[in-house]
């Protein structure tokens, strides 16, 4: 089992952990005892993480303060690798890449063609639940940088269901042969990998310049599903044109539009309310007339006041003695407004939400902050042999005539 697909307990000298620092602010850590995590609200020794369970909350006390700051050391799954991985090209998000799998039934048995690799955000996802995956990348630093993390995740190892291979496939294709710039470790008397794929993936510029390249490597006894992410609707329908040539049937383009929503209640304001509050920002406007004409009379007698006994002092202490009233002095003066009582539309007193002296209803917010690339899912199948197997069809049917019908009484 991979890496990522291993469950532990505990956190470990040499584990690769992603700590947990916001909702958008995962960073993955190599744990080291000699080394720290720093923050700007300071550095956790990652002396303090080792040993213990992973999900656990590690705290320091913040630089000449006396609070306290906070992370999360979580054990890397690839939903949590999509949110923290470094990014090399844009990327799949897990809203796109769930759905594209349940469409393409992948599971234990699928064997996955994915193209290009980029930063290897949806090969995480494909290598948890699928029996292989071939993912091609024409970019030799992407290519290189790639590899060398599937190897570091486990992804590439003694089980080996990951296979990363250096290709252009719209000019090449997607056999993989000995000599070939991949992972792949073939054995002596091996010359080919037989793909075998029911399962396709193209992320790429052109698919349609790939799409024709498939035959060869794809699955023949079963349905074949094959799904293009493309950003643009000029590409979808190169894709779609691509798809009908080649023989790729019930065509089907989707969007993914996550939206996350959170239910809370939001107060029922009335006509009245309305009246109410208008009646309040009317008496507060005169209020506020009322105490700046008040103000500016208190301050204007301030100054004669002063003024006349200017005349009795000595000059150097006119500094000492001139001192106007402040807007601070003014604010002392100020009369003492009762505070508002709570207004249904804002300011005030603040209101706990579902206070039974106030109505409310349900209703949804929405966040908007969940990441996914829009792009446009253009998904087909293929059954390369269609001709009926006489026997096994046969061997069916008495098998099913045989059976005694439940239904007959
Ligand atoms: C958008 S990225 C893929 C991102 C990837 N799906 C992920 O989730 O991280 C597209 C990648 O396809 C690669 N690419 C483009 N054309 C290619 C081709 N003809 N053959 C192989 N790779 C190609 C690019 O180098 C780039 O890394």
Known sequence: MSYFGEFKDLIQEGDLALVWISRDNIKPI????KEFFNTRYGSFPHRDMIGKPYGSQIAIRTKGSNKFAFIHVLQPTPELWTLSLPHRTQIV?????????????????????EAGT???SFSHAFARNVKH??????????YNQAKEEFEKHG???IENNVTITHRDVCESGFTIKKGDVTSNQFKDDEEYVNLEANAIFLDLPAPWEALPHLDTVISKDESVGLCCFSPCIEQVDKTIEAMEKNGWINIQMVEIQSKQYESRRQMIRTLDDALERLRDIKSHKLEGVARRKREFENMINEEKKLDTNANKIDKKDISTQTEKPTSKKAQN???IIAKTKFNPFGKGSRVREGDTNFQWKQVSKVETEIKSHTSYLTFAFKTITNTRDEELFQKEL???TSKPSSHKK
């Open 133 to 142: 995956l071939y993912s091609f990348e024409f970019h030799e630093a992407r």
């Open 398 to 400: 008495e098998f099913t």
């Open 155 to 157: 992804l590439i190892n």
């Open 93 to 113: 998000y897990t809203p796109d890449s769930s759905y594209i799998m349940e469409r393409l039934n992948c599971g234990p048995n699928s064997n996955v063609i």
């Open 30 to 33: 190599t744990v080291d005892s």
């Open 333 to 335: 003066n100020r009369p």
């Open 118 to 120: 980029g930063s290897g």
